[in-house]
């Protein structure tokens, strides 16, 4: 696989030299670029493709690379470069579905040095923190805090509190957040489109995954590849909030709610009883009704039918193509 373009920032979001501290510097050397091969017949190829690339950031000793998952899910090939043009093959270790966060070991010792990790949790809007992707100094980015919040996502993911940044990193998947110091504390996720302030302009950014939630599964994902939590009921429907509405937008194939009969069109007015306030809160609902497995009834609107069905919840990973051992 030919290695994707890495095209230069313009040099108005570039940093000048004076902001390139040891520990900045240091974290340039933590960006590794990843690369991955996905098979045809993978249950994510359809909408995440064959062919990912993106960064990663070591945070640990042997080249132990945190990522965001969606690169690495079901890849049976993985390769890494470093800052200074090493190759190596990898291998993913784990992706864990509730905080979106991947994985990554080298089958060798990566020459890079591990980066520290901060707290997410003490960063506020307002705060100055770069953006770095593999690349070296031309793909860093200084950029600003703009929100801290709670992030819904139709593939029926919950954040409790992301960050927010802009100006928004082009090559976002897998980027690292840092403070000036030098300190890890989040992972690049997506591109995002605000609501801007008075003027009404749109603000363009990227969506963080923080680091915090790294820290009370690293031993279980090093050590089982998985959280040891029981994994969340999942229905494979995706849905989208509208005009206070919450509706579906596509349902994945052979998934539990498409064999329950869920539409695209239907909206979602409640579950087990109970009319969800939002995405985050309908997915909620969901999850609080036990672990996957669980049946979830619902209460549709199918144009002017009322439709009440229940879905047999399933386990997301189940559906994905397992990593191949070397």
């Not at 985050?280 to 039918?305: C, M, Q, S």
Request: charged share 20%.
């Amino acid at each position: 696989m030919s290695d994707p373009p890495r095209r230069a920032f313009p040099e108005t979001p570039q940093l000048d030299a004076g902001h390139f501290t040891p520990a900045l510097e240091r974290a340039l050397a933590s960006a590794v670029l990843l690369r991955s091969e996905v098979p045809e017949e993978a249950f994510t190829a359809g909408i995440l493709g064959t062919e990912r690339a993106g960064s990663g950031i070591v945070i640990g000793p042997g080249g132990l690379v945190l990522t965001i998952g969606y690169l690495i899910a079901e890849a049976n090939t993985l390769w890494l470069t470093t800052a200074d043009g090493a190759v190596m093959q990898a291998t993913p270790l784990a992706y864990d579905f509730a905080t979106g966060f991947g994985l990554v070991q080298p089958l060798g010792r990566l020459a890079v040095a591990p980066v520290p990790r901060g707290r997410a949790a003490d960063v506020t809007p307002g705060a100055e923190v770069f953006v770095v992707g593999h690349g070296g100094r031309a793909h860093c980015l200084k950029a600003e805090v703009f929100a801290a919040r709670e992030f819904a996502g139709y593939w029926e993911y919950v954040l409790d509190r992301a960050l927010f940044t802009a100006p928004a990193h082009p090559q976002w998947g897998g980027t690292g957040l840092f403070d000036s110091e030098g300190r890890l504390l989040g992972i690049g996720s997506l591109l995002v489109q605000e609501p801007g302030a008075a003027d009404g302009q749109s603000v363009q950014g990227n969506l963080f995954v923080p680091v915090d939630l790294l820290e009370p599964l690293l031993d279980d994902l090093l050590s089982h590849g998985q959280s040891l939590r029981p994994p969340r009921p999942w229905l494979g429907m995706y849905t989208v909030e509208s005009d206070g509405s919450l509706a579906v937008g596509s349902v994945a194939p052979d998934s539990p709610a498409g064999r329950a009969g869920v539409e695209e069109g239907d909206v979602v007015l409640e579950v087990a009883g109970q009319r969800p306030s939002g995405l985050a809160n309908l997915f909620r609902h969901i999850w609080a009704l036990g672990p996957a497995g669980v049946d979830v009834p619902l209460t549709l609107a199918r144009g002017e039918e009322l439709v009440r069905l229940t879905v047999r919840s399933a386990d997301r990973g189940d559906f994905l193509l397992k990593p191949r051992l070397h």
